[in-house]
């Protein structure tokens, strides 16, 4: 059994950070590629960003890059995803998702993703 747990979400001004972390429970955290994904009220879901299990592989969502960094630490089970210069149009519900894939990769495709979390809430206000 595979659970995800997201935290670090809330409310933040227009050019501030957060950073929302996730934890993996289950075996095999350190052959999982993960990423984060998001989606606001009436949008499509979003790719944010994704990270090897290797942690050489990274990728990220073209409205994010330069502002985001995503990270990992094997040992803890985590990723973490860096939030600066937010935006209002950031504001959304971001997902924690994982595959158990045979190779090292940071696919934006979330059909790519079996394992997912319930989402943590980040608001930007203006």
């Known amino acids: 059994q595979v659970e995800l747990v997201e935290s670090g979400g809330g409310l933040v001004e227009a050019g501030g950070s957060l950073r929302l972390s996730c934890v993996v429970s289950?075996?095999?955290?350190?052959?999982?590629?993960m990423a984060w994904f998001r989606q606001a009220p009436g949008k499509e879901r979003e790719f944010v960003a994704a990270i090897s299990w290797t942690s050489d592989t990274k990728n990220y969502g073209a409205s994010v890059r330069g502002r985001f960094a995503i990270f990992r630490d094997n040992a803890k089970n985590t990723v973490d995803l860096q939030m600066d210069s937010l935006r209002p149009d950031d504001t959304a519900s971001y997902y924690c998702a994982g595959e158990h894939y045979a190779l090292p990769r940071a696919t934006p495709s979330p059909s790519n993703y079996r394992y997912w979390g319930q989402g943590t809430r980040v608001t930007v206000s203006s």
């Open positions: 289950g075996y095999g955290f350190s052959s999982y590629n």
